[in-house]
Protein backbone atom coordinates (compact mmCIF):
# COMPACT_ATOMS: atom_id res chain seq x y z
CA UNK A 1 0.00 0.00 0.00
CA UNK A 2 1.41 3.09 -1.11
CA UNK A 3 2.31 5.56 2.40
CA UNK A 4 0.00 7.77 1.58
CA UNK A 5 -3.07 5.34 1.42
CA UNK A 6 -1.44 3.97 4.38
CA UNK A 7 -1.62 7.24 6.54
CA UNK A 8 -5.65 8.11 5.14
CA UNK A 9 -6.49 4.67 6.90
CA UNK A 10 -4.18 5.02 10.02
CA UNK A 11 -6.60 8.42 10.69
CA UNK A 12 -10.04 6.49 9.63
CA UNK A 13 -8.72 3.97 12.43
CA UNK A 14 -7.53 6.43 14.45
CA UNK A 15 -11.03 8.63 14.59
CA UNK A 16 -12.90 5.24 15.19
CA UNK A 17 -11.51 3.88 17.71
CA UNK A 18 -8.89 6.57 19.06
CA UNK A 19 -11.63 8.07 21.38
CA UNK A 20 -12.18 4.54 22.63
CA UNK A 21 -8.24 4.17 23.42
CA UNK A 22 -8.34 7.64 25.03
CA UNK A 23 -10.96 6.96 27.76
CA UNK A 24 -9.09 3.32 28.71
CA UNK A 25 -5.65 5.24 28.57
CA UNK A 26 -7.30 7.94 31.35
CA UNK A 27 -9.26 5.02 33.11
CA UNK A 28 -6.14 3.27 33.51
CA UNK A 29 -3.99 6.26 34.57
CA UNK A 30 -5.76 6.10 37.77
CA UNK A 31 -3.78 3.11 38.53
CA UNK A 32 -0.80 4.02 37.76
CA UNK A 33 1.54 4.51 40.46
CA UNK A 34 3.09 8.16 39.81
CA UNK A 35 6.60 6.60 40.91
CA UNK A 36 6.33 4.54 37.97
CA UNK A 37 5.96 7.36 35.43
CA UNK A 38 9.80 8.02 34.59
CA UNK A 39 10.65 4.34 34.04
CA UNK A 40 7.96 3.92 31.60
CA UNK A 41 8.08 7.00 29.67
CA UNK A 42 12.07 6.07 29.45
CA UNK A 43 10.55 3.04 27.70
CA UNK A 44 7.63 3.40 25.38
CA UNK A 45 9.69 6.91 24.70
CA UNK A 46 12.96 4.55 23.33
CA UNK A 47 9.96 1.65 21.83
CA UNK A 48 8.91 4.94 19.69
CA UNK A 49 12.26 6.01 18.86
CA UNK A 50 13.16 2.71 17.39
CA UNK A 51 9.90 2.09 15.67
CA UNK A 52 8.77 5.40 13.96
CA UNK A 53 11.66 5.65 11.93
CA UNK A 54 10.03 8.42 9.90
CA UNK A 55 9.46 10.69 12.51
CA UNK A 56 13.02 9.95 14.38
CA UNK A 57 14.62 11.36 11.14
CA UNK A 58 12.68 14.02 11.13
CA UNK A 59 13.77 14.70 14.81
CA UNK A 60 17.37 13.89 13.66
CA UNK A 61 17.16 16.90 10.39
CA UNK A 62 16.02 19.71 12.55
CA UNK A 63 18.52 18.90 15.49
CA UNK A 64 21.35 18.79 12.10
CA UNK A 65 19.76 21.96 10.95
CA UNK A 66 19.96 23.53 14.53
CA UNK A 67 23.23 22.37 15.02
CA UNK A 68 25.54 21.57 12.46
CA UNK A 69 28.20 19.43 12.53
CA UNK A 70 29.10 20.46 15.56
CA UNK A 71 26.88 18.33 17.14
CA UNK A 72 27.93 14.54 16.93
CA UNK A 73 26.35 11.65 15.33
CA UNK A 74 25.83 10.31 19.09
CA UNK A 75 25.04 13.10 20.69
CA UNK A 76 21.94 13.84 18.11
CA UNK A 77 20.95 9.94 18.64
CA UNK A 78 20.65 10.85 22.40
CA UNK A 79 19.40 14.35 22.19
CA UNK A 80 16.30 12.70 19.73
CA UNK A 81 15.96 9.79 22.27
CA UNK A 82 15.60 12.22 25.31
CA UNK A 83 12.91 13.98 23.07
CA UNK A 84 11.09 11.33 22.54
CA UNK A 85 11.25 10.18 26.26
CA UNK A 86 10.06 13.55 27.24
CA UNK A 87 6.77 13.34 24.71
CA UNK A 88 6.04 9.83 26.36
CA UNK A 89 6.17 11.06 29.70
CA UNK A 90 4.72 14.45 28.93
CA UNK A 91 1.86 11.92 27.50
CA UNK A 92 1.96 9.72 30.44
CA UNK A 93 1.66 12.76 32.67
CA UNK A 94 -1.39 14.73 30.98
CA UNK A 95 -3.74 11.02 31.93
CA UNK A 96 -2.58 11.80 35.41
CA UNK A 97 -2.62 15.41 35.47
CA UNK A 98 -4.77 16.14 38.33
CA UNK A 99 -2.81 13.33 40.51
CA UNK A 100 0.13 14.83 39.04
CA UNK A 101 -0.57 18.23 40.23
CA UNK A 102 -2.13 17.60 43.24
CA UNK A 103 1.69 15.91 44.54
CA UNK A 104 3.47 19.32 43.46
CA UNK A 105 1.17 20.86 45.32
CA UNK A 106 1.39 19.02 48.84
CA UNK A 107 4.79 19.03 48.33
CA UNK A 108 5.33 22.92 48.19
CA UNK A 109 4.77 24.11 44.81
CA UNK A 110 7.05 23.30 42.08
CA UNK A 111 10.48 25.31 42.88
CA UNK A 112 12.04 28.07 40.52
CA UNK A 113 11.87 32.06 40.20
CA UNK A 114 8.10 33.10 40.47
CA UNK A 115 9.48 36.67 40.87
CA UNK A 116 9.53 38.14 37.05
CA UNK A 117 5.68 36.54 36.95
CA UNK A 118 4.88 38.12 39.86
CA UNK A 119 6.50 41.51 39.26
CA UNK A 120 4.84 41.31 35.34
CA UNK A 121 1.53 40.96 37.34
CA UNK A 122 2.26 44.03 39.77
CA UNK A 123 1.21 46.35 36.58
CA UNK A 124 -2.34 45.24 37.12
CA UNK A 125 -2.90 44.33 33.29
CA UNK A 126 -2.17 40.70 33.33
CA UNK A 127 0.76 39.24 32.09
CA UNK A 128 1.19 36.89 29.07
CA UNK A 129 3.74 34.13 29.49
CA UNK A 130 4.97 33.30 26.23
CA UNK A 131 6.02 29.62 26.45
CA UNK A 132 6.83 26.70 24.22
CA UNK A 133 5.98 22.83 23.15
CA UNK A 134 8.96 22.44 26.18
CA UNK A 135 9.20 19.96 29.00
CA UNK A 136 5.88 19.40 29.68
CA UNK A 137 3.70 22.42 28.81
CA UNK A 138 0.57 21.34 29.83
CA UNK A 139 2.05 20.31 33.54
CA UNK A 140 3.86 24.04 33.32
CA UNK A 141 0.42 25.59 32.83
CA UNK A 142 -1.69 23.86 35.50
CA UNK A 143 1.13 24.70 38.05
CA UNK A 144 1.21 28.39 36.71
CA UNK A 145 -2.67 28.45 37.27
CA UNK A 146 -2.55 26.85 41.11
CA UNK A 147 -0.28 30.38 41.83
CA UNK A 148 -2.47 32.83 39.23
CA UNK A 149 -5.52 33.05 37.55
CA UNK A 150 -4.54 31.47 34.08
CA UNK A 151 -6.22 30.90 30.65
CA UNK A 152 -4.84 29.09 27.74
CA UNK A 153 -4.71 29.80 24.11
CA UNK A 154 -5.17 27.00 21.99
CA UNK A 155 -6.40 25.46 18.77
CA UNK A 156 -8.71 22.94 18.02
CA UNK A 157 -7.81 19.60 17.47
CA UNK A 158 -9.43 16.68 15.59
CA UNK A 159 -11.19 14.33 16.16
CA UNK A 160 -13.51 16.50 18.84
CA UNK A 161 -13.34 13.34 21.88
CA UNK A 162 -9.39 14.02 21.99
CA UNK A 163 -10.21 17.86 22.08
CA UNK A 164 -13.04 17.83 24.71
CA UNK A 165 -10.62 15.50 26.97
CA UNK A 166 -8.05 18.11 26.68
CA UNK A 167 -10.35 21.25 27.56
CA UNK A 168 -11.59 18.88 30.64
CA UNK A 169 -8.29 17.78 31.59
CA UNK A 170 -6.90 21.93 31.91
CA UNK A 171 -10.38 22.83 33.02
CA UNK A 172 -9.86 19.96 36.33
CA UNK A 173 -6.49 21.86 37.28
CA UNK A 174 -7.81 25.65 36.93
CA UNK A 175 -6.88 26.51 33.05
CA UNK A 176 -9.67 27.39 31.22
CA UNK A 177 -8.90 27.70 27.30
CA UNK A 178 -9.54 30.10 24.57
CA UNK A 179 -9.32 29.27 21.18
CA UNK A 180 -7.01 30.85 18.53
CA UNK A 181 -10.47 31.90 16.61
CA UNK A 182 -12.35 32.75 19.44
CA UNK A 183 -12.82 37.04 19.85
CA UNK A 184 -9.49 38.35 20.62
CA UNK A 185 -11.98 40.33 23.39
CA UNK A 186 -12.19 37.29 25.15
CA UNK A 187 -8.22 37.81 25.84
CA UNK A 188 -7.94 41.16 26.25
CA UNK A 189 -10.93 40.77 28.86
CA UNK A 190 -9.00 38.06 30.62
CA UNK A 191 -5.72 40.51 30.37
CA UNK A 192 -8.01 43.22 31.98
CA UNK A 193 -9.00 41.16 35.09
CA UNK A 194 -5.61 40.53 35.74
CA UNK A 195 -5.29 36.89 34.52
CA UNK A 196 -1.98 35.31 33.18
CA UNK A 197 -2.32 34.50 29.08
CA UNK A 198 -0.38 31.31 28.30
CA UNK A 199 0.62 31.02 24.09
CA UNK A 200 3.27 28.57 22.66
CA UNK A 201 4.22 30.42 19.71
CA UNK A 202 7.38 28.08 18.74
CA UNK A 203 5.71 26.42 15.67
CA UNK A 204 5.53 26.79 12.13
CA UNK A 205 1.75 27.12 11.80
CA UNK A 206 1.36 29.27 7.98
CA UNK A 207 -2.50 30.20 9.19
CA UNK A 208 -1.44 32.42 11.77
CA UNK A 209 0.12 36.09 11.21
CA UNK A 210 3.50 35.84 11.71
CA UNK A 211 7.23 36.79 10.41
CA UNK A 212 10.54 35.16 9.82
CA UNK A 213 12.58 35.16 12.84
CA UNK A 214 16.13 33.72 13.52
CA UNK A 215 16.02 31.00 15.62
CA UNK A 216 19.14 28.71 15.72
CA UNK A 217 20.69 30.63 13.47
CA UNK A 218 17.57 30.05 10.21
CA UNK A 219 14.75 32.51 9.76
CA UNK A 220 12.04 30.52 11.31
CA UNK A 221 8.49 31.80 10.37
CA UNK A 222 6.77 32.78 14.15
CA UNK A 223 3.61 33.34 15.43
CA UNK A 224 3.20 37.56 16.15
CA UNK A 225 -0.39 36.98 17.90
CA UNK A 226 1.14 37.14 21.75
CA UNK A 227 2.99 40.63 20.61
CA UNK A 228 0.20 41.95 18.83
CA UNK A 229 -2.06 41.68 21.77
CA UNK A 230 0.71 42.55 24.65
CA UNK A 231 0.54 45.82 22.47
CA UNK A 232 -2.96 46.09 22.28
CA UNK A 233 -3.45 45.73 25.95
CA UNK A 234 -0.43 47.27 27.10
CA UNK A 235 0.45 44.00 29.01
CA UNK A 236 3.90 42.81 29.98
CA UNK A 237 5.31 39.48 28.70
CA UNK A 238 7.42 36.95 30.16
CA UNK A 239 9.41 34.09 28.42
CA UNK A 240 8.39 30.84 30.93
CA UNK A 241 9.25 27.30 30.86
CA UNK A 242 9.42 24.23 33.45
CA UNK A 243 12.34 22.57 33.30
CA UNK A 244 12.31 18.63 34.63
CA UNK A 245 13.89 18.19 37.69
CA UNK A 246 16.73 15.08 37.70
CA UNK A 247 15.46 12.55 39.68
CA UNK A 248 11.99 12.48 38.63
CA UNK A 249 11.05 15.46 41.20
CA UNK A 250 8.73 18.50 40.30
CA UNK A 251 9.78 21.04 37.48
CA UNK A 252 11.62 23.74 38.10
CA UNK A 253 10.03 27.07 36.71
CA UNK A 254 12.41 29.37 35.03
CA UNK A 255 11.45 32.73 33.95
CA UNK A 256 12.88 35.80 31.86
CA UNK A 257 12.50 39.43 33.19
CA UNK A 258 8.93 41.21 32.43
CA UNK A 259 9.34 43.04 28.66
CA UNK A 260 6.80 45.23 26.90
CA UNK A 261 6.54 46.12 22.87
CA UNK A 262 7.46 49.50 22.66
CA UNK A 263 4.39 51.52 22.66
CA UNK A 264 6.70 54.16 20.96
CA UNK A 265 7.95 52.96 17.67
CA UNK A 266 5.70 51.87 14.90
CA UNK A 267 3.36 48.95 15.23
CA UNK A 268 5.15 46.18 13.00
CA UNK A 269 8.38 47.27 14.12
CA UNK A 270 7.60 47.06 18.02
CA UNK A 271 5.79 44.00 17.40
CA UNK A 272 8.89 42.35 15.92
CA UNK A 273 11.36 43.46 18.25
CA UNK A 274 9.42 41.75 20.77
CA UNK A 275 9.47 38.55 18.75
CA UNK A 276 12.82 38.65 18.51
CA UNK A 277 13.61 38.88 22.12
CA UNK A 278 11.35 36.05 23.12
CA UNK A 279 12.69 33.83 20.44
CA UNK A 280 16.46 34.90 21.69
CA UNK A 281 15.46 33.96 24.96
CA UNK A 282 13.36 31.13 24.33
CA UNK A 283 16.21 29.54 21.84
CA UNK A 284 18.84 29.96 24.83
CA UNK A 285 16.82 27.54 26.97
CA UNK A 286 16.21 25.07 24.18
CA UNK A 287 20.37 25.26 23.99
CA UNK A 288 20.41 24.59 27.78
CA UNK A 289 17.64 21.82 28.02
CA UNK A 290 17.90 20.08 23.93
CA UNK A 291 16.22 17.19 25.16
CA UNK A 292 12.91 19.15 26.56
CA UNK A 293 12.10 20.53 22.71
CA UNK A 294 10.26 18.82 20.18
CA UNK A 295 13.00 18.51 17.42
CA UNK A 296 10.05 16.54 15.23
CA UNK A 297 8.45 19.54 14.54
CA UNK A 298 9.35 20.49 11.51
CA UNK A 299 10.32 23.95 12.70
CA UNK A 300 11.60 25.71 9.28
CA UNK A 301 9.38 23.58 7.09
CA UNK A 302 7.79 27.27 5.87
CA UNK A 303 10.94 29.33 3.43
CA UNK A 304 11.37 32.94 3.93
Known sequence: MPPARRWRAARRWSRVFGPWALRAAAWLSAFLPLRAIPGLAAALGTLAYVAAGRTRRRAHEGLRLAFGEGLSPRARREIARACFINAARTAIEFRCLVRVVRRVVAAGGPPGDWAPLSRALAHGRGAICVTGHFGNWELTGTLVAQRFPTVAVGKRISPPAYNDFLIRRRRE???????????????????????????????????????????????????????????????????????????????????????????????????????????REYEALVRQHPGHWVWFHRRWKTRA
Open 173 to 279: CGVETIYQDDSPRRLLRALADGMVVGVLPDQDVKALSGVFLDFFGRPALTPTGPFALARAARAPLVTMVGVRRRGGGALRMVAGEPFFVDPGKPRDAAIREAAERWS
